[in-house]
């Protein structure tokens, strides 16, 4: 697995295929040199670049690596696209995470994922699905976030926006999204949750030391959060709108944060909901009647949900139950012909049912379509 370079394209050198030049490269150059520093090896831009795409994946997470990757074993010119670095999502995840799944439960590609523990870290994931970019020379453009997609089947034109606000146009015969959920969290809808101190990510526990702190939320976010907090000095106040910790929550975590409940380390409210959020306090809907608490932050940690925005301007059609993008379950091919869906966004609503242990497998399902309808790229 050394030696080989993942061809991650950076909006800073602004080589992505057929990008508008004139709006690239002059942002690119520097000034002293007349340079235009690229971060990667020019050759494999150029070829890139010189390349038609069979298959354009929208999302560089655990998913959208496995489609790129599966598509190019099955001989097909694949990119993966994506707004934020590599593994968006898992570089997100609070700092100090460690996975509930077993290392090999994510391994895409065929490749191992070794760790010394039992379940890896956010940083052992994070080096792994690098090391399988690289293995793999998967071209990925990073920062770039799709804006439109039009076309039709075999002839996609894709568009995106880099942190500058560059744009580049791709063509595509197919088009896989497999955008995630992370990127946008459920609202608590109430007054107050657009002030500063209101958070719907958690990372790290330092900056809440000696603070009193409302985590929202009754399934495994909220437990670690809280536990995390408190045992690095927060006053933690736990709110659920449920009448316990939801069952969801891993059988490992679970008698640590009833314990802590039950100790009074952690004050707890069951069957409860917060009305307000104001800056010194926030307001709380139980079961005996409104409770104000003296407060200095609000970690909301009541899940997270795709853009069905997003899926609906394609023209894929969502289920009016549970927002599932209407598809063929053994393709993954969607209504829209040549639209096909991975990851976690097959599962609508319902994000708990596809996670990487079961979403890793759709690269297969999907290149076994390519094959079918495009017919076998191997040779190209
Ligand atoms: C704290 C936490 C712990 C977890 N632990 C586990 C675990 O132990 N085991 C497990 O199997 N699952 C776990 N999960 C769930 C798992 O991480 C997700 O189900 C998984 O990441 C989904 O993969 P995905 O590739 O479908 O989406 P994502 O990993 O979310 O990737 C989607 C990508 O699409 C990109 N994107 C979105 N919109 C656009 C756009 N318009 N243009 C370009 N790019 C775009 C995003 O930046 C992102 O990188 C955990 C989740 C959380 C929150």
Known sequence: MTGARARILHPYSAQGPLCRASESHEAAIDLDTHQIPDTFPRAEVTSLVEKKLDVLVIGAGPTGLACGIEAQRAGFNA??????CLVNSLFNYPANMTFFTTPELLEIGDLPFSTAHQKPTREEALEYYRKVAE???LPVAQYQRVETVTGADGRFQITTADNLGRICDYNARKLVVATGYYDLANQLGVAGEDLPKVFHYYREPHPYFDCDVVVVGGKNSAAISSLDLWRHGARVTLVHRG???HHHVKYWILPDIENRIKNGEIKAYFNSGVESIEPESVVLDTAEGPVRLKND????????HPDYDFLRAMGIELSSEQCRPVCDPETLESNVGGIYVAGVIVAGSRTNEIFIENGRFHGKLIAEDLKRKLGAGAGR
């Open 79 to 84: 990119l993966v696209v994506d707004k934020g």
């Open 135 to 137: 293995h793999y020379r």
């Open 243 to 245: 009448p316990k910790m």
């Open 297 to 304: 932050f609000v970690f909301a940690l009541i899940g997270y």
